[in-house]
């Protein structure tokens, strides 16, 4: 109980800093001020709190408590400074920062906190000895419950039929509509090419496909083959029948 | 065991929650000495290491408890975890709810000298405080107070069993210490 009271006045929150004034870790600083040794004029609160964030996202951890004993001290220095600011601009207020007074409701402050820290490390000990107690229970019986019990609603087996047909599995569906789009250039010369090997000559209507894209891509492909010289390609007049017939030397690539 | 531990037995293992020994005597048609006899025989009966369950007085009543030394197996069988302990900042926030309650927020804030809402969030969240009402003061804030379920888990009969809070009092040496720190700083801070 001894440590836990005397925790009150020194709790560790482990921070090294570089200050203009000040170099060391955090909690001798506070020490330090509380001493007036190091006057807070002087120490520039927002270096240390971006100190602190800093180190937080180096380490990656968070120490919830060590944070909250952080907030809680920085927050302490804050308003000694911003009282201290106050008091120069305010000079005829001064009554009410008497700091006899001022000192005499802190002390008040602490010595009521320190009671109830100390009656929490009286709560961990019997946390530790009781909380893994289990006692015997058993939940409301229905008959008193506010709301009735959906299950005396609900005959089970308007359940069982509700849920049958969500359970079921769904007929695959029918894409059978749906065009395969799946059309290579490749595949179409390959075909193209037997048809000239056969034949030796055709007419692209009565090979194209019907749909556009794959009309297309047979007409890539004859171009293609106009291209590497396999085939001559002929039109008597625009938007007229495409004849194709076999070129007996094609022409060297190139 | 005699005819009333029997019945006591009984009426215990259908209970839900603990049985105030008032009840327990209504229920039985007796008198609450005998009751207490009879308590006293039950427990006995389920003295350690005798049954798996132990007979525990908690929570304003009495009530079968899983034997400390079958819990593992329980929590085994069941999925049922420990409760995960309470930070410092948690127990502090606790023992100033179960000391004033009812208590406002700002009560304890007050006390602690920081914002107290997410501790309280956090004990609500854990079943150990409730809302209980509101304060007839300007804003009606909401008025917070601790549960059964605390109750069990820390042990106690009742929150009279707390010890009284003037047992935790800072000592003289550091009331000491620390008024002569203040009253340097502000000597100090005059001159």
């Not at chain 1, 010595?111 to 909380?131: C, I, K, P, S, T």
């Not at chain 1, 008959?143 to 079921?168: I, M, S």
């Not at chain 2, 948690?90 to 023992?95: D, G, M, R, V």
């Amino acid at each position: 109980m001894r440590a836990e009271a005397s925790a009150v006045t020194a709790p560790a929150v482990e921070l090294d800093l570089d200050l203009d004034v000040f170099d060391g870790p955090f909690d001798l600083l506070v020490t330090l001020i509380l001493r007036d040794e190091i006057d807070i004029w002087e120490v520039r609160v927002s270096r240390i709190i971006a100190e602190y964030v800093l180190r937080l996202a180096d380490s990656g951890e968070f120490d919830l408590d060590a944070t909250s004993q952080f907030v809680v001290l920085v927050a302490a220095l804050l308003e000694m400074k911003s009282r201290l600011l106050l008091e120069d601009e305010v000079e005829d207020e001064l009554e009410d920062l008497d700091p006899d007074e001022a000192a005499r409701q802190l002390l008040e402050r602490l010595v009521r906190y320190g009671q109830f820290r100390n009656a929490a490390a009286m709560l961990r000990g019997r946390w530790a000895d009781h909380a893994a107690a289990l006692y015997r229970s058993a939940p409301i019986p229905p008959a008193l419950l506010r709301r009735p019990d959906p299950e005396a609603l609900l005959p089970q087996r308007a359940l069982v039929d509700a849920l049958a047909p969500l359970l079921r599995e769904p007929p695959v569906p029918d894409t059978s509509h749906l065009a395969d789009l799946a059309v290579s250039v490749v595949r179409e010369l390959r075909r193209l090419r037997r048809l000239l090997d056969d034949g030796g000559r055709f007419t692209f209507g009565a090979v194209a496909p019907k749909g556009r894209l794959e009309r297309a891509v047979t007409f890539f492909a004859l171009l293609e083959l106009h291209a590497s010289g396999e085939a001559r390609l002929r039109q008597t007049r625009h938007f007229g029948e495409i004849e194709v017939t076999r070129c007996l030397q094609p022409a060297v690539a190139g | 065991m005699d005819d009333l531990s029997r019945r006591l037995e009984a009426l215990l293992y259908i209970a839900p929650r603990p049985v105030p020994a008032a009840d327990l005597a209504a229920s039985c048609e007796g008198d609450e000495a005998d009751v207490a006899r009879a308590l006293g025989e039950l427990a006995e009966e389920y003295a350690e290491g005798r049954h798996g369950l132990r007979l525990r007085e908690v929570a304003g009543g009495f009530t079968f408890a899983v034997a400390d030394d079958c819990a593992d197996t329980v929590r085994r069988h069941t999925g049922l975890e420990r409760p995960e302990d309470l930070s410092p900042a948690l127990l502090e926030t606790l023992s100033v709810v179960a000391y004033l309650e009812p208590v406002t927020r700002a009560d304890v804030a007050e006390v602690r000298g920081v914002s107290s809402e997410w501790t309280l969030a956090g004990l609500q969240e854990r079943g150990l405080v409730e809302e209980r009402g509101r304060a007839a003061t300007p804003g009606a804030p909401i008025l917070y107070a601790t549960t059964e379920r605390l109750l069990k888990l820390f042990g106690l009969r009742s929150r009279d069993e707390l010890p009284p809070l003037e047992e935790f009092a800072l000592e003289a040496g550091e009331v000491e210490e620390i008024r002569a720190r203040l009253l340097g700083n502000a000597a100090r801070r005059r001159a």
